[in-house]
């Protein structure tokens, strides 16, 4: 099973080409994606890269941590579980608007 890897601080004009390339180099890539604005499609400066497998994860984290791409120094590290979001009403059933003052 692969490995998730988070890659932070990215020129806008970093794309997954690009970043395949790179991680290419420390071992298999199965996939890459560089999030996306929903609204303009320009780069939000970040990425997730999966590796084949845990070793190669593992190798890329250590080399290319601090790395400089297009200037800027990459920020790279195992990637996280993104957070659960709540949903529905607060307990006061006002939808979480209990500090406005109407």
Same mark, same amino acid.
């Given at each position: 099973?692969?490995?998730?890897?988070?890659? =932070?601080?990215?020129?806008?004009?970093?794309?997954?080409?690009?970043?395949?390339?790179?991680?290419?180099?420390? =071992?298999?890539?199965?996939?890459?994606?560089?999030?996306?604005?929903?609204?303009? =499609?320009?780069?939000?400066?970040?990425?997730?890269?999966?590796?084949?497998?845990?070793?190669?994860?593992?190798?890329?984290?250590?080399?290319?941590?601090?790395?400089?791409?297009?200037?800027? @120094?990459?920020?790279?590290?195992?990637?996280?579980?993104?957070?659960?979001?709540?949903?529905?009403?607060?307990?006061?059933?006002? =939808?979480?608007?209990?500090? @406005?003052?109407?």
């Amino acid at each position: 099973m692969g490995k998730n890897i988070y890659v =932070g601080n990215l020129s806008f004009s970093v794309g997954e080409a690009q970043l395949q390339e790179l991680f290419e180099q420390k =071992g298999t890539v199965d996939s890459v994606k560089v999030m996306r604005d929903a609204n303009t =499609g320009r780069s939000r400066g970040f990425a997730f890269v999966n590796m084949s497998t845990e070793e190669e994860a593992q190798k890329a984290i250590a080399e290319l941590n601090g790395y400089s791409l297009d200037e800027r @120094h990459l920020t790279v590290n195992e990637a996280r579980p993104k957070p659960e979001r709540r949903r529905g009403y607060s307990k006061s059933g006002r =939808g979480g608007q209990r500090n @406005h003052r109407w």
